[in-house]
């Protein structure tokens, strides 16, 4: 079922990239349609696609947003003051196909005990019919709609896929090995703050270079957190392991390579300063980091 989830992307994908070739406005329409078509067909064939061809899919991505050969269009939508009063009519009823998302993708996953992937595909479909429903809009609309969010977050929006891919390399690699022999290098034998201090950090700090705190997990709790702290240190691997993720994350306040959580926002809300969201966020994110750390030292051993 969850193939089908994927299909029903790809085909909103391409459907998109169709859009976007019709669109005259957009001076790069050729290049920004073929970005949304490849990528759509990389989801709706993905599973019968060999994996080399693929790879040259993604190739292909990478030099059309390297290159600047995206752009925006122009997407049919309502004028400000009719979008205001209706804002005034609909109030917090806007918030319900909001609502549904999360509720009905946790629902689906507690009572059916498989992908929330799947139950989330379910609730965005549950909540586009209620949201026509409220807003009395056309489904026509709310395509249009979907294709300016996507296209004002970019190239951004598959680099989530990307960084989590290059984590799995890394720890194919070996890297978590590797750096588990430098801090055993670096700091004195034993040294358990040193070891605390260097896994929440560390996992920060991959977090700030992959943009991806999930990415960075496979790598930082492979190399320090398992075998310095929970296998030589005896550190419970609950709490280690629950805060040292809360560390990456803190990492992702900190960095644009987090692009869905930071530069995304900036785009949709069309900051004029594009980092602005990580300014507001760095201190925070230092601050919960520290609180980690301590945490971890006085929590799990």
Known sequence: ?????YQATGLLLIAFSLQTFVDKSNNKRIGTGLFWLIYGLSFTLGKILPDWFVGLMVLVLTLIAAGGFM?????????????????????????????????VTILWSKVTGSSALIGLGISAVIAL???????????????????????????????????????????????????SQIV?????ESNLFAYVFCYTFGMALFTI??????????????????????????GNPIIIGVIGMLSGYCGTLMTPMAANFNIVPAAL????????????????????????????????F
């Open 1 to 5: 079922m969850l193939e089908y989830v």
């Open 71 to 103: 752009g925006t269009g122009t997407y049919g939508h309502s004028d400000a003051k009719f979008r205001k009063s209706s804002a005034e009519k609909l109030k917090n009823s806007m918030f319900l196909p909001a609502i549904i998302v999360p509720a």
């Open 269 to 300: 809300l069309e900051l004029k300063n594009k980092n602005q969201v990580i300014y507001m966020q760095f201190i925070p994110g230092l601050l919960m980091l520290t609180i980690n750390t301590f945490l971890i030292y006085f929590l799990a």
């Open 129 to 179: 019919a209620v949201a026509l429903m409220v807003t009395k809009g056309k489904a026509k609309q709310s395509l249009n709609e979907g294709r300016r969010l996507i296209d004002a977050i970019g190239w951004a929006a598959i680099l989530s896929q990307f960084l989590a891919a290059l984590g799995y390399l890394f720890g194919e690699a070996g890297v978590g090995d590797t750096i």
């Open 209 to 234: 270079i992959m943009g991806n705190a999930f990415a960075a997990f496979a790598v930082i709790t492979t190399g320090i957190a398992i075998p310095l702290l929970m296998i030589e240190q005896s």
């Open 184 to 188: 055993k290098e670096i700091v004195p």
